[in-house]
């Protein structure tokens, strides 16, 4: 498969530090925790892509992207952001992210499905709601996968903005790490850092978790780079650990977190309200009071 051209994720504006560092107010729910602070000297972006159409075939299935694909929202002057879900399993924090999409609240649309288990639910869920499905990476077993270049090229072709890991098991490729610098995230089930990296994923989390006697835990949601979960930290959850709490029960609370941190840092992603600090991290600015992160 050969591209045109590749494109990078949007460009994400950058927060200079204060010379004082700034003040953090914590505010305690039943559900979660969230940080605040104030920030000035906001660069903000004005990016708009070209519409184009693709023919690209994968099992069978035909992308064409067409003009309403690329519609402007002319009060905010920002461009409703394709979106490519990775995915290994059901797919539920995808599922919610698509809800989300088709309901408005997140202002872009998912515009193909990428997983290595072309059998798998989130698969189904994307082939029965008409979103093309992306075998990857190839392999012995799945020939019919791609390789790193040709996926770049595939979800280059496609427009893709931002690139959001949903129970993805397979290591990214510095390919499409190096494309899309600064726009693939992705979602784990534990406070990062702690009970993260390879070989922690799914009931083996929440297990550790509760065998270490941590009395909290919660998603985090993290930009991806070469390894396993070690990218800066975007936006967390916090909910509590109980005294007794099976793995079951505390993958439940987690999860349900899950869904609504990942279609809040989506809505913030395409709303191109995640902002960098010069120290490099990254940042979500309030959408009803601007000068207000978390």
Known sequence: MEANSFL????????????????LSFAQSHSHLSASFRAHKLLVPQSLRSSRRLECVNFAEKVKNNGDK???????????????????????NFRSIHAACLAGS????VVVLVTNKPDCGGAEYARDNSIPV???????DEPNGLSPNDLVAALSEVNVDFILLAGYLKLIPME????????????????????GGKGYYGMKVHKAVIASGARYSGPTIHFVDEH?????????RVVPVLWNDTAEDLAARVLLEEHRLYVDVASALCE???????????????????DEFS
């Open 8 to 23: 990078s994720g949007s460009t994400i504006p950058l927060i200079q530090t204060p010379r004082k560092l700034p003040s």
């Open 70 to 92: 690329y519609e402007k929202d002319f009060d905010s002057g920002i461009k409703k952001k394709n979106l490519a879900v990775f995915v290994s399993g059901g797919g539920s």
């Open 106 to 109: 997140v202002y872009g649309d």
């Open 134 to 140: 992306i075998l990857f990476p190839k392999t012995k």
């Open 176 to 195: 499409l790490i190096r494309a899309y610098p600064r726009s693939i995230v992705n979602i784990h089930p534990s406070l990062l850092p702690a009970f």
């Open 228 to 236: 396993y979960d070690t990218g800066r930290i975007l936006a967390q």
């Open 272 to 290: 191109e309200r995640v902002v960098w600090r010069e120290d490099g991290v990254p940042v979500i600015r309030s959408k009803e009071n601007p």
